[in-house]
């Protein structure tokens, strides 16, 4: 079954920090990783999109990683803000599907 | 990139009534999709709208409680039909572009809150 996780399903840091959020997929074969932020009761932003063929992609403070051999994708968040504070969402086409497969998210709060 | 507006952005309902969510996308687009999120959870795709022709649902999904109607490339309808407390949700429009559309980036609207009473 094509599955995507997002480990944790929560995370709480001070403002400043560099932080990591995790995806992991179960398949390799995958066409495109997308990276999409959340605010509470609002749609979807999306943040980067890596193509199978490439290894990150970058914007600004973040910088999000493709390992399609280990299942893994990591969205970096460098110097962290409150403005930061949303649910993060990763997303994965796989090649077998016609349509992207969400994980649950990450619920980010950065302290002030 | 693509801009998705909808309409309207919340609505209250009474069990048993229908409403019609808009999309609008500010270009031509290959694909549009709608999506549910219940509370607290991820995304679920409800189908995927094609222009001209009847739209393909996800397992769990019947044409009859959510029609779709995607009369061109940049326009979109989705009704939520005969609501109960349960279709309580926000539904969201995406749509993505290009010509191997599946290939590429997909955008979202800022996504309609459902609240049936």
């Known amino acids: 079954k094509q599955e995507v996780t997002q480990i944790p399903a929560a995370l709480s840091v001070p403002e400043g920090e560099n932080l990591v959020l995790n995806c992991s997929f179960t398949d390799s074969a995958i066409y495109n990783l997308q990276w999409f932020r959340q605010d509470p009761g609002k749609g979807l932003t999306s943040l980067l999109l890596?193509?199978?063929?490439?290894r990150e992609q970058t914007s600004g403070r973040l910088n999000a990683s493709l390992d399609k051999s280990s299942g893994r994708s990591t969205l970096y968040i460098a110097a962290s803000q409150p403005g930061d504070s949303a649910t993060y969402l990763c997303?994965?086409?796989?090649?077998?599907?016609?349509?992207?497969?969400f994980g649950s998210g990450t619920r980010l709060s950065i302290r002030p | 990139s693509a801009v998705i507006s909808q309409k309207p952005s919340r609505d209250i309902c009474q069990r048993g009534t229908s409403l019609t969510i808009q999309c609008q996308v500010d270009s031509q687009v290959t694909m549009m999709f709608w999506y549910r999120q219940q509370p607290g959870q991820s995304l679920t795709l409800i189908a995927t709208?094609?222009?001209?022709?009847?739209?393909?649902?996800e397992s769990g999904f019947v044409i009859d409680k959510f029609p779709i109607s995607r009369p061109n490339l940049t326009f979109s309808t989705l009704t939520v039909s005969n609501m109960s407390p349960e279709d309580s949700s926000i539904y969201l429009c995406?749509?993505?572009?290009?010509?191997?559309?599946?290939?590429?980036?997909?955008?979202f609207g800022p996504g309609t809150r459902l609240t049936v009473l």
């Open positions: 890596i193509q199978s063929s490439q």
């Open positions: 997303a994965v086409l796989y090649s077998s599907a016609s349509k992207i497969i």
């Open positions: 995406s749509a993505s572009s290009g010509g191997s559309s599946s290939y590429n980036e997909q955008f």
């Open positions: 709208a094609n222009q001209g022709s009847e739209a393909t649902y």
